[in-house]
């Protein structure tokens, strides 16, 4: 048999679940970066992605939104996230997404995907790219967790995607976004500093379960005052989902979201 026939076939969907890191990207004009933090977590059709720049302050004095200065909503609109399903598209894989931390682009977001020994090669399709994935060790093939949340109050969309002990959180902002922009670029034209305020607010959040029946702790987030707290989310409801979140100005908050979706072991 030849090698790259295996390496090169069709990957199932289901057969990538699991936490992902990237080790590499890079472009054809010779561009790399090996540096920016990724996590990729998949279920079996659905994902949430987060990436931040290794350049990104910790911002430890920011407890809540209102906190942000005019420079904070600058540095954080560098960062990347998205969430959504995975699908085939031919012989490509399109990652199709519901919620964006970034303004919509004009090109979809497909790819190729084969194996390079242990390494996932991803190749753009329509952008000339690659990237280097690596699944984190420890992987479980527990049954993923997918919830697909309404706020059926402002129509904000949020999903949740726990696999194993690794869980991602991603919550659209509830503004209009320019198309064909970057958030730098947008957050460079607010109007205000409350304006760049909301249009940063859009929450994607990774992180973990301590120990089995522990609590779920936030270790990365695009809400910088997220990180390092706990996440809490009430199943009990048979349409609603309740959790707790801090208000802009710093106050408690719970948010009762609608389930459009379930997937997995709830």
């Known amino acids: 048999m030849d090698c790259r026939e295996i390496t090169r076939a069709k990957i199932a969907i289901p057969s990538l679940v699991g936490l992902w890191r990237r080790s590499l990207i890079e472009w054809d004009d010779g561009k790399r970066d090996e540096s920016t933090k990724v996590f990729w977590l998949q279920g079996r059709n659905h994902f949430i992605d987060l990436r931040q720049p290794a350049s990104l302050p910790r911002f430890p004095d920011r407890k809540c939104r209102d906190d942000l200065t005019y420079q904070d909503c600058l540095a954080l609109s560098c960062q990347e996230g998205f969430a959504g399903h995975l699908q085939t598209n031919g012989d490509a894989y399109e990652w199709v997404r519901m919620v964006d931390y970034q303004p919509v682009q004009s090109l979809p977001d497909v790819g190729f995907l084969h194996w390079q020994n242990a390494t996932l090669i991803e190749t753009g399709k329509d952008l000339p790219y690659t990237e280097h994935w690596h699944r984190e060790k420890g ?87 997220k990180t390092g707290t706990l996440f809490q989310f009430d199943l009990s409801g048979e349409t609603i989902v309740t959790i707790p979140d801090i208000a802009p100005n710093g106050k408690n908050l719970t948010r009762r979201w609608h389930r459009v979706h379930t997937e997995g072991n709830d």
């Open 139 to 225: 992987f479980t093939s527990s049954i993923p967790l997918h919830l697909q949340l309404e706020d059926r109050a402002n129509g904000c969309r949020a999903v949740f995607l726990m696999v194993g002990r690794d869980f991602m959180f991603a919550r659209n902002r509830t503004i209009p976004m320019p198309a064909g922009m970057t958030l730098h670029e947008t957050v460079s034209q607010a109007s205000n500093e409350e304006h760049a305020r909301q249009l940063v607010d859009c929450e994607i959040s990774f992180g973990k379960i301590a120990k089995a029946g522990g609590p779920l702790i936030i270790h990365n987030s695009t809400l910088p005052w």
